[in-house]
């Protein structure tokens, strides 16, 4: 490990009182030794490399925001230069252009563009932390990106510098830091450096250990005593958000949530965008909370939301720091899903990410507001907190065949579920929590082991060439229970009747953590699941199992029929449209659903069909019939089956 040179006085403050004591060599020592040399509360540099990294390293890549390292120190221009496939303005990973608006019956609507690029190449001060970071201790840059040890450095070098900025003394009791820590967190605003620093003191009071993606233990002890004074925030001087608005803000207190407007506007000749006004609940009920990736930067997606000839999404949630803006009331519908059902019935989140980028990772201060802006809204929407209403844009089904190969594949198998799901309150254990499994279930839960579950994939930065092993909650999928058996196929996805592939962007044999399906067959160390009409094999070795037993209903088709369709939206029967509302097609899937095939259950309601054609809200309608759908995880993707077809069964028969 590269020496360590220094421009501030070493001092020593003694043993850290809330780090355990750190094996030799380790990462937990060099947290230790960076505390003491720049007199910062152990627990205090602990609790800030936890809310931006979980304490992991990432082998020195830059996450969305560049930055770097456990200290997650930014350098946005560099990180930029080292990954162009980050670049705005690019094709975005899953060689998408822009996001399609409302399809099929929604034709009409104006058509989307591309991101533009950015206009120049300054960065905001959030994004440049790193530099302040290599004049504080006379480190070289490159260190401070690669070397741990002197990212920690770095790290509790900032935190000293912005105690004594406060005029503040260097205080062994972490409680005297919460302005330096609010301040550490590179917000512009009051409201986003509180939420950071009320979430680095939450870590403290709760205390943490984990092994990192770099194979070292660290830990931090609990200090649930600690109460830091939160009005030091006011000592910063930042400025206020924009709180409220023309439909005000529909955040939870605990996080920093400012609105910023998308524009509703009219263009002439039956055009307008980028959203449609609505009532809902009470119109229609909201049933899914849709996650993204936004596979561009904070700022250039800004930009985007206020074009009105774009398209729109409820929020967009910033990765340094997990600052929210809102964009769309949650009333109103915005256009994010490619999937008309799915818009009007969802709130769709963007995160500032790249799904091909692995190691442009998502911050622990982002997924906790995250976390705590779903729990808020599943609770004002009565919204279960399951991957059946919880679900990414990669599990929103094509609307048509001809629709399903153009769908997005977002946030993708790197997006942490199985971590997500315990920020939710809601891991994904079995019943009883009894793991190892004794004999196989009716039902199982994908429930891999996200850092040491590492599939091969392909396709991140060139079509073919292979992912650098990532961990991941998605397992992959094949026709018998061998490693070599080919992969599971997609019918919709290649109606030519191709190949699944190990392509990042590829969905046609993979299932994801959280999603729940009937058990199909168990053989050795493979378990086998109904999915997309097919029994699909996956490795779920007793030893080290890739999914949990789990307790859901099921359906099958009704006696006497030997297939039932399938669909991706769940819209009513002719007979439901009053004259002045076009009648939708009924269109089912390429797929079918098999006699002795079952498949869990979500939802069960009636068809239901927003006709929103103009930009004058009188002639909106819901329509809603007397046909009854249920929800289904059908493959990677929800789908739809009418209630008529099928019969409902306990797991177990």
């Known amino acids: 490990m590269a020496s360590v040179a220094l421009l501030l006085p070493l001092v020593s403050a003694g043993p850290s009182a809330t780090a355990e004591r750190p094996d030799s060599g380790t990462l937990q020592e060099e947290f230790t030794a960076a505390a003491e040399r720049h007199r910062v509360p152990s627990s205090v540099l602990l609790g800030v490399s936890y809310l931006q990294s979980r304490w992991d390293t990432h082998r020195g890549a830059p996450s969305v925001s560049g930055g770097y390292g456990p200290m997650h120190l930014t350098d946005a221009r560099t990180a930029l230069a080292e990954a162009p496939h980050h670049a705005d303005g690019a094709e975005d990973a899953r060689g998408d252009t822009s996001r399609p608006p409302k399809t099929g019956e929604e034709a009409g609507k104006r058509a989307v563009r591309a991101a533009a690029p950015p206009a120049g190449n300054t960065f905001p001060a959030r994004l440049r932390t790193l530099d302040r970071a290599a004049a504080l201790t006379g480190l070289p840059a490159r260190a401070l990106r690669e070397n741990p040890a002197a990212n920690i450095e770095g790290g509790a070098a900032l935190l000293a510098a912005a105690q004594r900025e406060l005029k503040r003394p260097p205080s062994p009791d972490p409680a005297d830091w919460y302005a330096a820590v609010a301040r550490f967190s590179g917000a512009d605003d009051a409201a986003t450096a509180t939420a950071y620093a009320d979430d680095v003191y939450a870590v403290i009071r709760k205390g943490e250990r984990r092994t990192t993606d770099s194979g070292q233990r660290v830990a931090l002890r609990a200090e649930p005593g600690v109460a830091p004074d939160r009005a030091e925030v006011a000592r910063l001087g930042l400025r206020r958000t924009a709180g409220s608005g023309p439909g005000s803000t529909e955040c939870p207190r605990t996080v920093a949530c400012e609105w910023v407007p998308a524009p509703y506007e009219e263009f002439g000749d039956g055009d307008y965008g980028n959203h449609d006004k609505a009532d809902r609940p009470a119109s229609q009920s909201v049933r899914y909370i849709v996650i993204h990736d936004t596979e561009g930067s904070w700022d250039t997606t800004l930009k985007l939301i ?17 600052h929210i803006a809102q964009h769309v009331a949650g009333q109103d519908v915005a256009w994010h899903a490619g999937n008309w059902y799915v818009n009007s019935k969802s709130i769709g989140l963007e995160h500032e990410g790249f799904l091909a980028a692995p190691d442009a990772w998502y911050t622990e201060a982002m997924y906790r507001t995250s976390a705590r802006l779903v729990r808020y809204l599943a609770q004002r929407y009565g919204i279960p907190l399951d991957r059946r209403h919880i679900i990414g844009h990669d599990n929103v089904p094509g609307t048509t065949a001809a629709s399903i190969p153009g769908m997005h594949t ?16 809601k891991p994904f254990e079995a019943p009883g929590h009894a793991r190892p499994r004794k004999a196989a279930p009716a039902v199982v839960t994908i429930r891999p082991d996200y850092p040491a579950h590492k599939p091969p994939y392909t396709g991140c930065e060139k079509a073919g060439q292979a992912c650098a092993p990532h961990g991941s909650g998605a397992v992959r999928l094949h026709t018998a229970p061998d490693e070599n058996a080919p992969l599971v196929k997609d019918v919709g996805l290649r109606p030519g009747g191709g190949d699944s592939t190990t392509d990042v962007n590829d969905l046609g044999a993979r299932a994801s953590t959280g999603q729940s399906y009937a058990v199909a067959g168990r053989r050795g160390d493979w378990t086998a699941i109904w999915y997309l009409g097919q029994k699909a094999w996956f490795h779920d070795p007793r030893s080290a199992p890739t999914a949990v037993a789990s307790r859901a209903r099921v359906l099958t088709p009704k006696a006497g029929l030997a297939e039932v369709p399938v669909y991706g939206r769940a819209y009513p029967e002719a007979a439901a449209y009053p004259p002045d509302v076009p009648v939708q097609t009924v269109s089912p899937l390429p797929y079918k659903l098999l006699a002795g095939q079952r498949y869990v259950v979500g939802d069960r309601g009636p068809g239901e069909y927003l006709y929103a054609p103009t930009f004058d809200i009188a002639r909106h309608r819901v329509v809603r019939g007397e046909e009854l759908y249920y929800e289904i995880q059908f493959g990677h993707r929800i789908a739809y089956v009418k209630a008529a077809d099928v019969e409902v069964r306990s797991a177990g028969r």
């Open 306 to 322: 206020k074009d009105p000839t774009y398209v729109s999404w409820h929020y967009t949630l910033r990765s340094s720091d997990g």
């Open 410 to 425: 977002d946030p993708g198998p790197y997006w942490d579920w199985a971590h997500y799901f315990e920020l939710l309150g």
